[in-house]
């Protein structure tokens, strides 16, 4: 079954021990790559969704729920069959035994035929992220599609890379006087127990695949909990899963939706005794709260973090400010990995241009930043639209941390009137005001800190990023000393670290089978995404022996 | 620096992939393998350390502590000097840096080097083994001695194994319009911090090496909390670190002893902020004391459980017997691994000596003790000395558990006049019992309870196992149906299973670099010694990239 998915995962094994350029997915949303009408039949599917109960088979108290708003202003009106915690429990346990027993080889090429019908299915969920997480039409296509199906693959060969990195079998035969002694041994991989991937609003299938993926092929059962904002495109990805998986002969209750409007459903399966892994994504108060109280469980956190950039020197000034620009702006902000502080020495820097003063400094990324959004029908083609209230009451909030280099601008969307788009604010903080630059403002809000130093900036990046945590942090400088004291902090301080970006490449983008997205060494996340120390722990290995 | 030590750490990796029979380190401890003489400068070596301060460089207090005393009563009177938490703490810390820098590589070749100069000291910590943990001398050569140091290499390679399962550079190169985006990348392991390992009584080296040597090949500096009554065997070994580091040029602070005579420093460190990782073998109630509180931690536990032994038919009915008999008497029961409920068919089982009553097996098993410790010096060649007085209150309370069916007998050690000695008692428990067979009873102390079926057996191995934990399981039958059941029972239940051990395999042993101890999928242990789980979380994976 599925045989034919080996060559993928062939080509994930070898990507995810080389770390070059490879991707399963097309990126490109082009009818050349995808074929002519399939974003037209995409569309047409995310819109025979609405306005109705999603199509779903799986155990359910079969009462509707769900109050996804889109961030673009139209009418979704999905509803989903509520979930009974004890049915869904009880339906993961039943199907448990014939995933374990499949083996590793049989998981691993299913969950590869997973992703790839979900990558049949890229512009149906494009559409559902968009409407969902606000992000604009091809970021949601990419990430929410190629990029996200990408990481999947990348869990499911680290998982089964960790799996069958020793025999399954052996004859051990111990030299011994007379005959030698001789055992017949078997290890058999088992599951943890059952997963569960407690979704976010802003990606809802790129921030939960990996986990979803890696406890599947680890043999777990997965209950899928969505953000109540973002619920259609893991609904959409788990009916798929379920599909395929009853299409292979399992149980399509391997893979389960747990949906609700409100709060407190993911804390009442986080906790339940027959729950053993949990992969969250989401605020560090309750990606803290799990970790302290979902102690049965193997807990993996995303949480929040202050993304740092230092600038030092460079000799591309435009290609700086542009590639910051293109950073603050890319989803309004709403990444993880977006740059929140920037530190700048008050002295000002030295460029290809000459050397600029601070304020010049933060005057030049405003004024990028205002030049790249000039357009408002371009503009909110990067912005997207700001995903839910908060962000917004952010923004609003912004102006009152500092003194304000760039004001937000409300958009209005051409497509899409009822749409909240506000461009990024810019905002001065003092060095002293650490109150303010070691929280994280999720959203289109960014710091510019006037340092005494280079270095004074690489030990705040330290201190900081070691205390609050961080995903990314970036450096910009022409000394390869500076280079190398700024490795040396980004390695103690435990962020991956850019150096001199200018060009096409961004922080706050990660390459799935190359760039590790966090490190799991700051508190902003417990692994990597997605590494060995993501996918150990799900699974154990048991033995049997007897004399052969 | 160590070049020499590659192909050792070649065949182990070779050994962990394919988990047949290699041993690195020799486990007689004959003349013709350790060399003329070897076994006397050993025990030379041990009555230096006797009645003395144990020399050592590290940070302290300088006040002495320590209160061994030897399980055969002979004085040991040396003492530590008691750690300085801080300075301790200090001292790992600013050992740290130069040993991440180094790099997976050169750590993996010095924790060889470490492990082949403790081979080189194996009767020296044999003996301080035997008088710490009551093991008679041969097997605290061979257990506490190339066993652990087997079990050491075992972590060392999957340490080593899985930091270098990707690449430490790539080009990444990703073809686009015109010319293709270009980075170079950097990885770089980066370890979790300080690490903890809490050394126990029965097995001071055995269980403490892989924990040790797997922080330490990841880059974190260890601090070794031995047992307040097993210090001196870990104190050499940790002396031996020392020195190889220090010779390789690295902090001999990156191993460190923390010794105490009551209780209380465990605890202290465990929870310090800066310990990040914790290995402890010992109680079920400290292991989940430290499971709940160390949380800044990744805590590793070995703990209590149930071992459980099925029988259900033999043709080996003589064998059988012998086989169990040596597994209850070896170390006096004092293993993690000796089994403890022994389930009987209260209906008897078929042998190939014809049928046997549940009684006839039980007085069999009985005898079978009887006849291999019937002779007191060769006994306590097998048995050793009780560990401490808790054991022994528990075998003086077995006899209330149930009825008697093996008395335990006292021994007068022909060679130690104050060694206490004390042979296996087996109790006959009613399957209503749980209250008894619940609780480990450690110590020479056994359970034969009789069930009303072999299928009643595999239920109960079943429920037991999963809701207590155990190390080991084992089951008799000449039936291929009843052993496929009691390999799912025991894979249900997460435990490592033995079949049908009749000769000179038994089922508290367990090899390294073939035998998985522990699964980590019970309540015993959350990680086998020594798999990938074990290692991962240890170390974390930082990156660096910029445009080539």
Redesign the interface.
Known sequence: MFEQNRETLDQALSA??????WSAYPESPSPRVYGEGAAERGKEAFESYLGRPFPTDQPSTGDPVGAERSPYGIELGVTYPRPDVAALIAAAKAAL?AW?DAGPEARALTCVEIVNRVNKRSFEIANAVQHTSGQAFVMAFQAGGPHAQDRALEAIAYGY??MT???TA?????P?KGDP?V?E????V?P?GIGLVIGCNTFPTWNSYPGLFASLVTGNPVIVKPHPRAILPLAISVQIAREVLAEAGFDPNLAQLAVEEGVGLATELAVHPDVRIVDFTGSTTYGDWL??NA?QALVHTEKAGLNTVVLDSTDAYKGMLGNLAFSLSLYSGQMCTAPQNILIPAGGIDTDEGHKSFDEVAAGIAAAVGKLLGDDARAVELTGALANPDVLARVDGAPALGEVVLESRAIKHPAFPEATVRTPVIVRVDPARSDVYTSEHFGPISFVIPVESTEAALNLLGETVSAHGALTAAVYSTSPDV?DRA?KA???A????????????FVNQS?AF???HG???NPAAT??LT???Y???R?????????A
Request: hydrophobic letters at 40%.
């Open positions: 995810i021990s080389e770390r070059g350029y035994p374990r890379a960790a990195a020793s025999g052996a004859r051990w035969e111990k011994a002694l055992m041994k078997k290890f058999t088992v943890r970790e302290a102690r280079l490795e980004a390695l103690e435990g962020v991956n670290l850019s150096c001199n970006l200018t060009g096409g490449i390459a190359s760039d590790f490190s799991g060494a692994a990597s590494d060995p120390g996918v150990a722990g699974f154990h290995i048991v033995q049997s022996r007897r004399p």
